[in-house]
């Protein structure tokens, strides 16, 4: 069973930051690029950040000038997503997908993805 599990998700107030998990089982982390998408309540998801499978390339939407950060631990299987100074807008369904080696922007090339989880950004 491939597995890709998000965790860290939560209420948090404007201005406040989270840090994201994404677990990875049932295949070999170290071959696989891992990206990070939201989805909000009416909205197209939309692709944040993606690393290689090594770590070696970061890649992050332009809008968010300096936000957020994505490292691995690739001993632990383990995928960071560390978001800091959260609006409101932010409010979404987080999700993490896998592909292998390298990054892309097409979300279908993806083969895996986690269920998600909810981050709400209120006063």
């Known amino acids: 069973q491939v597995q890709l599990v998000e965790s860290g998700g939560g209420l948090v107030q404007p201005g406040g930051s989270l840090r994201l998990s994404c677990a990875v089982s049932g295949l070999d982390v170290h071959n696989y690029a891992i990206s990070w998408f939201r989805q909000a309540p009416g909205k197209e998801r939309e692709g944040l950040s993606c690393?290689?499978?090594?770590?070696?390339?970061?890649y992050y939407v332009r809008s968010e000038k300096g936000r957020f950060t994505i490292s691995r631990d690739n001993a632990e299987a383990t995928v960071y997503f560390q978001m800091n100074s959260l609006k409101p807008e932010d409010t979404a369904i987080y999700f993490c997908?896998?592909?292998?080696?390298?990054?892309?922007?097409?979300?279908?090339?993806?083969?895996?993805w986690g269920q998600g989880t909810q981050v709400t950004v209120s006063s």
């Open positions: 690393i290689s499978s090594i770590g070696g390339s970061r």
């Open positions: 997908a896998g592909r292998e080696y390298r990054c892309s922007d097409s979300q279908s090339s993806y083969n895996y």
